[in-house]
């Protein structure tokens, strides 16, 4: 069964949280010498918190329901969007990664309030993390991975299956980090095109 992920609420203030990652994110795509008429890029609100989102998950250590239980939801109700999460087809990932990252607790996972907090939680996780020593350009500037057709198909399967939880976090590791690289360079949040000299590395064949 998949989570509920049509009725999410933002974190109160969430966008204002996440302003200094997104300026560091956009700096560092954005040529500091633009040719005449470039317009600098800019980064979306949804854009920004799903990058962190995907980066939250991406790590394995464990989880503490009480720091999803401190968020303050949205005063005004703002909501997610569901296109947030079905964006790229990952609906469905984003459903088994939260139940893997989570399995630890016995979580209602029909229950909009409760989902939302643990979502705006991995939000902060991810900025948090991308803040840290090189973890961006680590992120940004990462490649080689089979396709995402492929990959998540493979851990859909590996997920459903009785297996060590060490092949699944290695697993899990691939599958968003290839997602985040993805999320950053090639799907519609950052236009497809070299940005800076580290970026010439990655193959042409990730652009098709």
Known sequence: MEIAL???????????????IKEVIENKINLENPAAGEK???LTGNKI????LLVGLYQSDKRDMKDAEAIQLSKSSIRIPSSFFTHMNLRSLFSALLKLRYSEYTIDWKDSPTI???IACEMYRGRDYLMKDNN????MFSAGFSSPPAMASRLSTLLSARMEMTSRQRLTSAVLRLLIHRSLWLVQLVPARP??????SISSGAYQ
């Open 6 to 20: 049509d009725n999410i609420r933002q974190a109160e203030g969430i966008l204002d949280n996440l302003a200094e």
């Open 40 to 42: 600098r890029t800019i």
């Open 49 to 52: 918190m799903r990058i962190c």
């Open 116 to 118: 939302s907090r643990i």
């Open 136 to 139: 961006l350009d680590n992120f």
């Open 195 to 200: 940005i800076c000299s580290q970026f010439l």
